[in-house]
């Protein structure tokens, strides 16, 4: 596998005046300036629909806003990354936070979908869910009900040799715990996988 380097990372902010800041990252680096701009406008994108998200629906004021970012992966010519949004309305009992995440498969140009990672037809919904249903059990989460699969598009993004699957707040569990994350190993999943997508590219060992 040619040695590829990561992508230069830049932290641009938003200021919204006390309290309202909203950090995004973006990237240099790629050869592709086509798709460099493309990978930068779907971050700016996303970064404005939590914003709209946490303020569109609300007929309260906003007291605070922190948008962060988290770079999950950036390297074999994929890059992961993880968006987040807290607002805190004026009179809620507490504030809420959502994350939206993205993958870039550099070498194909293209921001991934859960299914672009896995062969054409596999049962991967089937496959995650199992496995997951399995660490819900033996972590013992408390759910507010029943898990029975997860969505084809579920939230996800990758971490080295991880695909980690995970829940906003509410969806699977009460508020206090938090967002429920689980890392599932791309070695569990290497019979489904695309060899030549970003799973594929994170399972093979240097």
Wanted: some cysteine.
């Amino acid at each position: 596998m040619p040695i590829t380097l990561p992508l230069k990372i830049k932290t641009l902010t938003i200021d919204g005046g006390p309290k309202r800041t909203v950090s995004y990252p973006q990237v240099s680096g790629v050869l592709d300036q086509q798709l460099e701009r493309f990978i930068n406008r779907t971050i700016v994108q996303q970064t404005q629909e939590l914003i709209n998200q946490q303020t569109g629906m609300m007929p309260t004021t906003v007291e605070e806003m922190l948008g962060t970012y988290e770079i999950k992966n950036n390297q074999r010519q994929v890059l992961s990354l993880s968006l987040s949004n807290y607002t805190y309305h004026s009179h809620a009992a507490h504030g809420m936070t959502y994350i939206k995440s993205m993958t870039f498969d550099l070498q194909k140009g293209k921001l991934c979908n859960l299914k672009d990672l896995f062969k054409r037809d596999s049962p991967y919904v089937q496959k995650l869910s199992t496995i997951i249903r399995e660490q819900i059990k033996q972590r013992n989460i408390f759910l507010l009900q029943d898990f029975t699969s997860i969505k084809p598009d579920q939230d996800f993004y990758i971490a080295d040799k991880a695909l980690v699957a995970y829940f906003q707040l509410y969806e699977i569990t009460p508020y206090a715990f938090g967002f429920p994350m689980f890392p599932i190993s791309v070695y569990d999943l290497q019979d489904i996988i695309d060899e030549h997508g970003p799973l594929g590219r994170m399972a093979v060992n240097d």
